[in-house]
Structures are given as C-alpha cells and as structure tokens.
C-alpha cells in the first residue's frame, strides 16, 4: 500500500476564510468538550465569530482535531468536527486542525490518527518544557499515511466504525457491571462505613491468619 505524506493529502491548520462576518454564528469548542473515548464532541457552544475569531483555533465541517499538547494528546483526544454553527467552529489553541483532501476521507484521517503507535511516534517529537510538552506542525506533516484507492477507504472504515462500536459497548458493559456488583453489595451488607444493618465488627487478625500479605481463613 502507497504510503505519502499527511501533508500532501491534507491541510494542516488552514488558514481562516474570508468569507466569515463578525456576527456570524459558529461553534466554540473548548478542549474539555472532546472525548477521548468516544473520540467525539461532547457539547460545544454556539458564539459570534468576533468573540472567537481572534485567539482560537478555526476549522469547518469534516476537520479532524488533533489535542496537540501532553497530557491530551497522549490520551487520545481527536475528533471529527460535525454539526457546526453554520458549518463553523473555533476552539482550544492546542488544536492541530488536519482537513483532507480529494484522496482522503476525514474519517480515514481520524483513524490513523487514533492509533496508540502514531500518537507514541509524535509523543517522541514533543517539544516545549516538561508539562507544556506540545506536537509541532511538522511532525504531524510528515507522518506518512496510508493511501488506498478511496472506495478501500470507505470499505475500511466501515470495519473501523464496527470494531469501534463494539469496543465502546464491551467498556460500556464492564463500567456497568463494576457498578452492578457494588450496588448488590450494599443491598446485602450495607455500607461498610456507617454499619446500617449493625453487623458484628472485628479487626482481620482475629479472624483470620495473615501471610505474605494474604489473608488465610481460620
């Protein structure tokens, strides 16, 4: 499979269009509002585009965001921007914006993105001091992505988005059995701290036999 450039296939944080008016509605999006998980935008806020013009960063419909600084980047925060006010959004600074071009699908981005061994790759190129650490354009530029024909795109990331679903359902299902099992413990036992069914208290030592930190019962 062809590899090539990012930055011959995308944009790397393109300029702002001309054609925006200061009061002009768009989306604001602050870095909290992405999910690393979901890898989406949670919420976001609608504004002028001349409370947001100057000192964020602006993108359109179908941009990829890219968290560039530590610890966000490391995490996973990266989205596609969807939905927008009027097909325009500006957020957090610490944005790489990635749009693609004719030969690339934004979720094909997104994808290749998300990988744990590209964000380790970047993670190695940071720059700034220790907890300000931040990607630069260039490494994003020059990371070499995969090229099919864009009809293996899209039949790929329809395996992508399926095994993305089911990850998300299989953490979805662990979260709620964790919960699950601590809500049938306080109906059996109560909560241990406040004691309400009254059972008999008694230190581990006296009713059991410590060893190499395990408890042996007696």
Known sequence: MNEIQLADVCVINPNVTNKLTPDMLCSFVPMECVDEIQGSITHSYVRSVNEVSKGYTYF??????????????????????????????????????????????????????????????????????????????????????????????????????????????????????DTFLQSVFLDMFGDPVTNPKGWDKAFIGEVGEIQGGLQVST
Not at 96 to 103: L, N, P, T, Y
Not at 142 to 153: F, K, V
Not at 154 to 174: G, H, I, N, Q
């Open 60 to 177: 359109t419909d179908g941009d990829v965001l890219f968290a560039k600084i530590t610890p966000c980047m490391e995490n996973g925060k990266c989205t596609i921007a969807n939905n927008l006010k009027n097909g325009i959004g500006f957020g957090s600074t610490e944005f790489h914006v990635i749009r693609a071009g004719k030969d690339t699908l934004p979720k094909w981005v997104f994808y290749f993105l998300r990988q744990d061994h590209i964000r380790k790759s970047l993670q190695r190129r940071m720059t700034g001091s220790a907890g300000q650490q931040r990607v630069p354009k260039e490494a994003i530029a020059e990371l070499l992505l995969p090229l099919p024909p864009l009809s293996e795109q899209k039949r790929m990331v329809a395996v992508l988005e399926k095994a993305d679903r089911l990850r998300r359902l299989r953490r979805y299902a662990l979260e709620l059995s």
